[in-house]
Structure formats: C-alpha cells, structure tokens
C-alpha cells in the first residue's frame, strides 16, 4: 500500500523523543487527537477519516504508539493499517508524557477543535487548591468513580449538578480543576454566546456541544453562566431566541440514556432565574457560599505563597476586614491591588498600608454584594 521511501524520518523523529525524554517524563493519562490527514497526496487513499468503533481505535492507537512521548501541538503518524495519516495531538495529560497501556486515546473531531463557542479546557488547577467546598468537591469525587467504573451505577448514575453562588466563589475554578483532575474532555460554553443573531444558531450550538460530548464519553459539558439562556420563563417572552434554546437544552439534557456517560454541569449566579423545567433536570444544586474567617485565611496564605514581594502584614486583621469578600474579591481586589501599590511606591514589602488603600480604592459595598440575587 505505501512505498518503502516515504517520510520514514517523521516516524524516527517521534520515536527517538520518546527514548530521550523517558527518565524525567510522566506516563500520559489521556491524550485528545484530531485527525488532519496525510502529509502529502496520496491517491490510493481518502484524506478523510472514519472511526466506526471508537473502543477498537483506542486499542489499535495504543498498541502502535506505545512509548511515544505527546506533546500538545505535535503530530502523530499511523504507521499501520492508513501509513503516515496525521494526528494532530490537541491535548495531552499530562503534557509531554508517555503513552502507556494505561493511557486514554481520545479523538475529536474538526468542528470541536477549532469551533469558538465549545472548548475543551485545560488547566494547573487542582481540586485540593480550592480552599472549602466540602459539599461541591464530594460531588467530584462521585464523578470520579462514576467515570471509572459506570456500569456499577446504572440507573443511578450521576447526570447533571448545579452549581450556583455569588460571583467569584470558585465555581469555574472547581470545573477547571476537575477538568484537570479527571482523565476526560471537558467542554465549556458560555450560555452567553449561545445567544446568537439568527434564530436557530444557540439550538444548533447546543445540539453540536451534546453531539461531541457523546461522541467522546465519558465526557463533561460545562455550560457556565446557564442562567443567561435557561431564563425563567417570565422572562422568555422578551427573547423570543431564548425559548428555542431552552427546548433544545431539555431535548438533549433527556436525550443523554443511562449507558452514556456525559456529565453536565451548568453554573449560575441566580438559580432563581432559571428556567423552572430546566432547573428541575439538574439532580443537584450545590451552593458556593462565601469564604468563612477560616477559609479567608487559607485564601490569603495560599495566594501570599506566590506573592512575587516580602510582607509584613497581619493576616488575622486581613482576615477580619475582609468580611463578605469572595475569594476573587480577596485575590484580585485586596492582595493584586496592594502589590500594586507597593510597586508603584517603589518598595520592596507590601505592608498593611497598601491593604488600606486597596480596601479604600475597592468600590464593594459589603450591603450591595447580600442583597444582590434577593
Ligand atoms: N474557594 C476558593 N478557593 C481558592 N480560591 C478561590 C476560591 N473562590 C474564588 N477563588 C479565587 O477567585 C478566582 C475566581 O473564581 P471563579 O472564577 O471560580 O468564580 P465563579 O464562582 O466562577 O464566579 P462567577 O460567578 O463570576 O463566574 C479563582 O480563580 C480563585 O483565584
Ligand atoms: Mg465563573
């Protein structure tokens, strides 16, 4: 089928990576592959590709690319059955690790790799660096195990959870560390760019968003600020758009049998406002609460860890004046603004003086933030 004189070097480069890099390199736990066809025209073949049975792929991939290290952004080349077609490496997890019997091969296809609205998200986050929670981070560990072994859930798997909370309480932050965390693809949407100029183009988002997830299950959907398009339906008469859309997500949100393991996650400010059929899909709402004294304190000192300057600054005041806060408040409005400070006052410690200012220059009206979503 192919001439011995093709490209032979292609193959010799993936492999020699793989033997240099294999004393400090970790052993890949799930890499996502794109077919992007072959290098060159080669007319006994069709440039297109099709995987009618995903589980056998994964097998047949495994067994040939043993040992090779996968770099996010490289490629990789059948040697097999269709010589020299490529696949471009969209993630690997970790990246730049081996590809072990253990590994998860996972592909995808042109429309989810390069399309806007749906991404698959990568992160350094980890679970354990979200300080509380306790409620949320035992949902993920369900999700863990259902993803491990689903047939010992059946009718009981996990489907759709409901996370909703003030702005800036760890919400994406918790999906992105799952995402990190848990060997599978994980697709976000912002509800918001749902919303499009044509009728018709949110309901076709969503229905691809489902179709892909399904295509690569076990997988995770995460449609993050939902509230913006699974609006109460009060308010859908104003957006004749958004009830299409709200239709389209229960027909999939149902279309999802026992077998499949999609995941959906969605994220909201005001669980209220949802959608009440919508709402009512989700098996689960976890609240995200605002950090208590205890958890402001692991906030602070957890983020003082990377502080690029020296302190002198008394955390148990910090703590205290920082009341009602969330953690991004605390992140971005308190330690990033008096870092800031610090540097533009030419020093080299942040003290309690650059808190002051920051509290001063935060417009946060601890009153405003409570009554908010009432
Ligand atoms: N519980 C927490 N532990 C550690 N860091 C936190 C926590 N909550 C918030 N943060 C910090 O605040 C940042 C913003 O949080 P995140 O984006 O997850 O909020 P959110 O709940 O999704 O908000 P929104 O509703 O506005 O989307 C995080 O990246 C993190 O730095
Ligand atoms: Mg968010």
Redesign the pocket.
């Known amino acids: 089928m192919k001439s011995e004189t093709k490209k032979p070097e292609t193959k010799n480069t993936t492999k020699k990576a793989a033997i240099k890099k294999t004393e400090n390199t970790k052993f890949c736990e799930v890499v996502v592959l794109k077919p992007v066809g072959y290098p060159f025209n080669f007319n006994l073949m069709e440039s297109d590709l099709e995987i009618t049975d995903i589980n056998l792929f994964e097998e047949y991939a495994r067994e040939q690319w043993l040992g090779i290290v996968v770099k996010e952004g490289s490629y990789l080349f059948d040697q097999k059955i269709i010589p020299d077609y490529g696949f471009k490496i969209i993630s690997a997890e970790p990246n730049e690790s081996i590809i072990s019997e253990k590994t998860k091969i996972k592909l995808i296809d042109e429309e989810i790799a390069t399309s806007n609205e749906i991404q698959t998200i990568k992160s350094n986050i980890k679970i354990s660096?979200?300080?509380?929670?306790e409620n949320a981070k035992n949902k993920t560990k369900v999700l863990r195990k259902f993803i491990q072994d689903p047939e010992r859930f059946g009718q009981w798997a996990p489907k759709n959870v409901l996370f909703y909370?003030l702005?800036?309480?760890?919400?994406?932050?918790?999906v992105k560390a799952l995402a990190n965390e848990l060997e599978v693809p994980l697709y976000l949407i912002k509800a918001t760019s749902l919303i499009g100029e044509h009728v018709g183009d949110g309901s076709s988002k969503i229905h691809e968003l489902f179709d892909k997830a399904k295509k690569t299950a076990p997988s995770i959907i995460f449609i993050?600020?939902i509230d913006a398009i699974a609006l109460h339906r009060s308010f859908q008469s104003l957006r004749g758009d958004v009830a299409e859309i709200v239709n389209s997500l229960l027909t999939e949100m149902d279309g999802i049998s026992e077998n499949k393991s999609v995941i959906t996650i969605g994220?909201t400010?005001s669980p209220k406002s949802l959608d009440f059929a919508v709402r009512s899909r989700f098996e689960e709402e976890i609240e995200?609460a605002l950090?208590n004294e205890e958890?402001r304190r692991l906030?602070f000192e957890?983020n003082l860890k990377t502080y690029p300057l020296k302190t002198d600054l008394n955390i148990e005041k910090l703590v205290k004046l920082t009341k009602n806060m969330?953690?991004?408040d605390i992140?971005e409005k308190i330690l990033k603004t008096a870092l800031h400070h610090s540097i533009s006052q030419d020093k080299e410690i942040v003290t309690m003086n650059d808190i002051d200012y920051a509290l001063k220059s935060t417009k946060i009206k601890i009153n405003d933030v409570n009554g908010m979503h009432e």
């Open positions: 660096d979200i300080v509380g929670h909370g702005p800036g309480t760890g919400k994406t932050m918790l993050d600020e994220a400010n995200f950090p958890e906030i957890n969330s953690g991004r992140k």
